[in-house]
């Protein structure tokens, strides 16, 4: 089965930067797209930013001047840096692999990391 494995996360000031990663198993990582999604206290899930197989991104408009997501094919890893943390960001972030489809909607295919908390507060 595929695995995501999502190290990192914990508690940030405001206004700090923090990058988290997810690493996948299985040797064709790279034919598939990776989303980040989070989920604060009392919401649903979130899709804030994916890319593709070949390094196109999409991100939600809330995070779009904040959160950059890329990928390293070569270590099955895809990363999501967030900069200006905000207090609003705190979340379950969970890594997702997926298809990024034509019409640039992201097709979740349901395998996940295991989530990591990011808090943000002084």
């Known amino acids: 089965q595929v695995q995501l494995v999502e190290p990192g996360g914990g508690l940030v000031q405001p206004g700090g930067s923090l990058r988290l990663s997810c690493t996948s198993s299985?040797?064709?990582?790279?034919?598939?797209?990776m989303g980040w999604y989070h989920q604060a206290p009392g919401k649903e899930r979130e899709l804030v930013a994916a890319?593709?197989?070949?390094?196109?991104?999409n991100y939600a408009d809330s995070v779009k001047a904040r959160f950059t997501i890329s990928r390293d094919n070569a270590r099955n890893t895809v990363y999501l840096q967030i900069d200006s943390l905000k207090p609003e960001d705190t979340a379950v972030y969970y890594c997702?692999?997926?298809?990024?489809?034509?019409?640039?909607?992201?097709?979740?295919?349901?395998?996940w990391g295991q989530g990591t908390q990011v808090t943000v507060s002084s």
């Open positions: 890319i593709t197989g070949n390094g196109l991104t």
């Open positions: 299985g040797s064709i990582f790279s034919l598939y797209a």
């Open positions: 997702n692999l997926g298809l990024l489809l034509s019409n640039s909607t992201y097709r979740n295919l349901g395998y």
